[in-house]
């Protein structure tokens, strides 16, 4: 599908708002977002069925002309096949005039995308990890949304108020002054809204197209990197040689003895058995309820805690070089898995990266195996080994003695400066005068031997002969780098 560009001078952005639905406007929502549902499992099915038969037909010998014609899942065609589908489906003839069109558009545009995606990725187009064939989306476990495209679409002139299709007129939580400002002025388009269940209650999106001035940074001129930490969150150190701390704020160890409270509570109530059908008693539900209210409450502070550190970063430095961290990877730690998920890694790249392009500035994104820690920050010289557990870093050429953090918060800095003028706060990275760098540090090291084959003089086969380099060594410079 065909991505929406906005105007020159224009920028896509989202307003977001907490809604306070009563009884009945709730139970509309959920059936819009439960019908959006069941026209994307609708969609899956009447795709895949096409392959099954063809997959069936092929083991009987059928020619390939005469096998069963693949179905399209573009938008259009899907559209009109639901069209026609719906009224003599019994699975929606009795109750999809109850919904807007928008509800089942939203399922089918997402089918849409979920098979465009799996195409691309199996021919090589898409980046990341490869996607698999679209599922169907279970009822207990499927994401709760709807978006809306066409119809009345506003925020009611008290400031107070949504006017969404089919749904009516709904209380937001906190005033959109500032946003219907915006509106009236002309200086902001409405595109489309989306209603979505998280965090226990009822949100709305307002995806706008608004005229926006970049905004300039306080220190453009400044380069800072920045070194992210379990025990302190982030530690900054500019090309000014100045170096600040932000506390990790731990908010989920500060909940784990209430969890585990609330989580006993819940494990000695009645609980839902899909396998039995057996439903869960009410106090059940009363203490799931409380318990996720702890975990919501973790979750919004955590978000908070993100964008206020991206923001100040954002609004202050020209120039942010951050490392290209394995979050997936720690995510398998099990030591490591809970303090990772909570300090938020990831999310504080995906924030930098779009606030920082909203400013006109640079976001430098330093290779995965850049040794930013094992790297003295005034020599230049390189450690073979540094373990997580040495918390100071002490060169063996120079002596200098620094913190292990801001010793590669350094370094990151002095990377994006070696790159821009040539020299940086941390050592010249591109000298030729500094220590020689040990075989295989900071890249990353084979942990067992290839496969064998069988030869002479060897049981097993002959141990492959060293090389001046490990396999799998990455040589640092310009390829070191991603500019956004």
Sequence with gaps: ??????????????????????????????????AARAAYNWAVTHVTASWYQ??????????????????????????????????????????????????????????????????????????????????????????????????????????????????????????????????????????????????????VAFQVERKRDIDRVSRPDVVVGMDLGVKILAVLADSTGEVRHVDNPKYLDEAQGLLRHHNRRVSRRQGPDHRTGRKPSKRWEKANAERNKILHRVANLRDDAVRKLTAGVAAEYGTVVVEDLNVAGMLKNRRLARSVADAGFGEIRRHLTHKIQRNGCRLVVADRWYPSSKTCSRCGAVKAKLPLNVRVFECDVCGSVLDRDANAAHNLAALAASVLTGTGVAGDLDATTVASKPRGAGC?????????????????????????????????????????
Excluded at 4 to 33: I, M, T
Excluded at 444 to 466: D, F, I, L, M
Excluded at 467 to 479: C, I, K, L, T
């Design 1 to 34: 599908m065909k991505k929406f560009k906005p105007r020159p001078g224009f920028v896509v952005q989202a307003y977001r708002f907490a809604l306070d639905p009563n009884a009945g406007q709730e139970r509309a929502l959920e059936s819009h977002c439960g």
């Design 54 to 203: 063809r997959g069936a037909e092929e083991t009987y010998g059928i020619p390939e002309e005469q096998l069963t014609q693949w179905r399209s899942w573009s938008l259009p065609v899907l559209r009109r096949a639901f069209n026609a589908a719906k009224r003599a489906d019994p699975r929606f003839a009795s109750w999809w005039e109850e919904s807007s069109k928008e509800a089942y558009n939203t399922g089918l545009s997402n089918a849409a995308a979920a098979f465009d995606n799996y195409a691309r990725s199996k021919n090589g187009k898409r980046k990341g990890q490869d996607v698999g064939v679209p599922r169907r989306k279970p009822k207990r476990t499927a994401r709760l949304s709807c978006r809306f495209t066409t119809g009345t679409i506003r925020v009611e002139a008290d400031g107070r108020h949504v006017t969404l299709p089919r749904l009516g007129t709904i209380r937001i939580h906190e005033r959109a002054d500032a946003f219907l400002r915006h509106l009236v002025s002309g200086a902001a388009r409405v595109l489309f809204a989306t209603v979505r269940y998280e965090r226990g209650r009822w949100f």
């Design 444 to 484: 990353k090291t084979r942990n067992a031997w290839p496969g064998r084959k069988t030869g002479v003089g060897r049981a097993g086969g002959e141990k492959p002969a060293q090389r001046g380099e490990e396999s799998g060594d990455r040589r640092q410079g310009a390829a070191a780098l991603t500019l956004w």
